[in-house]
């Protein structure tokens, strides 16, 4: 079969196994052939400060084996922070290809196994109420991590597979985002269980339901007063069950974010989610943020009022694609889940690639230089609003060209497509379901590579969001 996306060549074949267990098995015998595995039993490195981690490992690991508790919360209240001693710098998860130093791998794995023997409400001469104050204060300061998914049409299938391994692994974070198609791809794993999740992908059922296109739709650019929204709905409501932000939350425990542009000049973009907007369908929010201006007519939001009954969220308010104001709402994440940590998946080819650029002179000069052409663009746009008379829609144009200027379109951890700028001629093609199980591969594969650093930096706040879900299940108990 032609491939629907030209992929580049990959770097080493052993990238394209069949399954992640295969890929890490494949990477390990590649890291020992070459300097990799090397690399990560030596302690020593100039991107990390390795003495004073290994220092705090010894003592944790002592102190946790001698039993003295207080001692132990002391020194992990010394403390807990994805960057400890540079922990955290990107380049220790990508020297190896099956992980980091292992030195770094040991010191996380004391840390959690500290946390979870303190957690133990019974076995710990502290006093509960303490441990319990040190649990949210360390899970406060030590920060979430969230997956973005970006928007792109076609190409945000990718984002299925993205999911799927992350899921399999069990490495998903709670808190989602997505924009355009991405909120579609939140919405299906918002609303589903884990293991609802992975049936979607036994017998290849979510491919053939995503290409059945049943009512028969077409959609291009210039099409959006042609086509029938009552059969757009009717497509969504076969996969994205009929529930509130705030309904899927109670269900899944993940927090689903879904952006959302205005259609008019001089309002603001949203972040719906089930804090900010708990009582709206998932539905109308999905339909809102995949409205491209061309393609779809702007969308009025639907919620649910006390009587159970839907009707109209900020009547006279109507809404269009959310990747235009916030593909990835990295801010706003941060102030309302506490996120510090972010894994992007990014559909768009040539937005936001890790630079190739060494630091040094032409490293500043490019980022100088990109700054610049951003003000230049940004105070002309201001200026023409200022000085001159524009229509409604002129507005709303230059309101989103500002917008997406100021952008960014990567994260701590990322997660590109192999194909390239050939791949924008498919952005709103209707796939076959061949196409569309070789686009979920694509997403897989992609995800592989991260895999370790993602399981690395997300630990501790993994092992964290379980302790507190624990500890709030515990006391809703002890309540009833």
């Known amino acids: 079969m032609k491939r629907l996306f030209t992929a580049k060549k990959p770097e080493h074949a052993h990238t394209q196994g069949d399954c992640y267990t295969d890929w890490l098995e494949e990477s390990e015998e590649y890291d020992r052939r070459t ?179 049943r009512e028969d739709i077409k959609i291009g650019f210039g099409s959006g007063d042609k086509i029938d929204m009552g059969k757009i709905k009717r497509e969504l409501a076969r996969l994205i069950p009929d529930m509130t932000f705030l309904e899927a939350f109670e269900k899944t425990g993940r927090s689903i974010n879904i952006t959302v542009s205005p259609a008019e000049p001089r309002q603001n973009s949203r972040l719906l989610n089930h804090m900010s907007s708990p009582s709206v369908t998932i539905r109308s929010a999905v339909l809102a943020s995949s409205a491209l201006p061309g393609v779809f007519r702007p969308v009025q939001l639907e919620a649910r009022n006390v009587r159970g009954k839907v009707q109209p969220y900020l009547p006279s308010r109507r809404w269009i694609d959310g990747s235009f104001s916030q593909d990835l709402p990295a801010r706003r994440l941060a102030r309302m889940h506490g996120v510090n940590h972010f894994i992007v998946s990014q559909v768009m080819p040539g937005l936001g690639r890790e630079p190739r650029l060494h630091p040094g002179v032409r490293k500043i000069l490019s980022d100088a230089s990109v700054a610049a052409t951003k003000e230049v663009v940004r105070g002309s746009l201001d200026l023409i609003q200022r000085y001159f008379t524009v229509g409604p829609k002129t507005g709303v144009a230059m309101n989103t060209l500002n917008a997406l200027i100021d952008q960014r379109y990567s994260g701590d951890i990322n997660i590109y497509p192999k194909y390239g700028f050939e791949s924008l001629a498919s952005l709103l093609k209707v796939l076959s379901p061949e196409e569309m199980i070789e686009l979920f591969k694509d997403g897989e594969r992609a995800t592989w590579p991260r895999m370790p650093a993602i399981e690395a930096t997300t630990r501790i706040g993994r092992t964290l969001d379980e302790i507190l879900h624990t500890v709030e299940a515990d006391d809703r108990f002890t309540v009833t």
């Open 35 to 213: 300097s990799g595995h090397q690399w990560r039993e030596t302690d020593e490195s100039q991107l990390y400060d390795y003495l004073s981690i290994r220092k705090r490992l010894e003592k944790l690991r002592r102190l946790r084996k001698k039993g003295d508790d207080e001692a132990l919360l002391f020194a992990l209240n010394e403390g807990i922070h994805g960057n400890t001693a540079g922990i955290g710098q990107a380049r220790l998860y990508q020297e190896a290809k099956s992980g980091t130093k292992l030195l770094i791998e040991d010191f996380i794995s004391e840390i959690c196994m500290a946390l979870i023997h303190l957690s133990h409400r019974e076995t710990s001469a502290i006093p509960w109420e303490e441990r319990r104050e040190f649990f949210h204060r360390a899970s406060h300061c030590y920060g979430r991590s969230a997956l973005m998914l970006s928007g792109g049409g076609t190409l945000g299938y990718f984002h299925f597979g993205v999911l799927k391994a992350l899921v399999e692994q069990k490495l998903c974070p709670r808190v989602i985002s997505g924009a355009s198609a991405g909120a579609f791809v939140a919405a299906i794993i918002g609303t589903r269980t884990d293991g609802e999740y992975l049936q979607l992908f036994e017998g290849d059922a979510l491919a053939l339901a995503l290409t059945s296109n």
